[in-house]
């Protein structure tokens, strides 16, 4: 009894201190932040209509694995497998990042995986900038709820995304960025180590700094 009237106390507490936060910020009306559940979510991206791909996709690809993960890798944008089968890195890019997740020692499972973009663009061009800012919210949303320790952005378009830089990957690659107070590392995208072997060396450095931060 003593326990739940102390936790109440503390509830109150906590209650009075963000309603004083809000005053302060000159917002008067009392409201609780709205955390989206992950499954309410990929319920919103699945009847999305808000730019023309959902005319052409076959399935939207949300994204998949641990809700509670430590660690969410972002690629870009669903491809032909992915379109196919409504999830994220199942093609040969994605088998090409499992084997990177298993040399980290995890399991697909143990991550998180998505995409800044949920349909797939016509014949896998780029995404264009109205896409990925219509698309946006969807991913923040997605990382809000989720709350990794590290986010590995794959790609340029995952970097510009998330941390609205446009420099060269090649010059973002292995250094942590900050989004939210998330450590973000920046590497390549798995498709473009398909057709630059020689470039995974570098993203196993990428890797083994995650790792690290993953420990602390
Ligand atoms: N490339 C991506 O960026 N995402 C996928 O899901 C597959 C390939």
Redesign the pocket.
């Known amino acids: 009894m003593e326990k739940t009237r102390k936790e109440l106390r503390e509830i109150i507490r906590s209650v009075k201190g963000y309603m004083r936060a809000q005053k302060a910020a000159g917002i008067e009306e009392f409201f609780l932040p709205r955390r989206q559940s992950l499954e309410g979510l990929s319920l919103e991206v699945a009847k999305c209509r808000q730019c023309p791909l959902y005319k052409t996709r076959k399935n939207p690809?949300f994204g998949q694995g641990n809700p509670r993960a430590h660690l969410v890798f972002v690629?870009?944008?669903?491809?032909r497998?992915?379109d196919l089968k409504g999830?994220?890195?199942?093609?040969r890019?994605?088998e090409l990042?499992t084997k990177i997740i298993e040399a980290m020692g995890f399991k697909r499972s143990d991550v998180y995986?998505?995409?800044?973009l949920k349909c797939r663009p016509p014949q896998?061009r780029n995404p264009l900038p109205s896409e990925i800012a219509l698309c946006r919210a969807y991913l923040q949303q997605q990382l809000e709820s989720i709350n990794p320790k590290v986010i590995c952005c794959?790609?340029k378009?995952?970097c510009s995304a998330l941390l609205n830089q446009d420099f060269p990957i090649s010059k973002l690659r292995g250094k942590f960025q900050d989004y939210r107070g998330i450590k973000v590392m920046p590497t390549f995208?798995?498709?473009y180590l398909l057709r630059n072997p020689q470039a995974k060396r570098l993203v196993w450095e990428d890797m083994r700094k995650v790792m690290a931060e993953l420990k602390k």
Do not use: K, R, S, T
């Not at 995986?113 to 800044?116: A, D, E, H, R």
């Open positions: 690809v690629g870009e944008a669903p491809g497998d992915e999830l994220a890195f199942v093609g890019a994605g990042l995986i998505c995409n800044v896998n794959l790609g378009f995952a995208h798995p498709a």
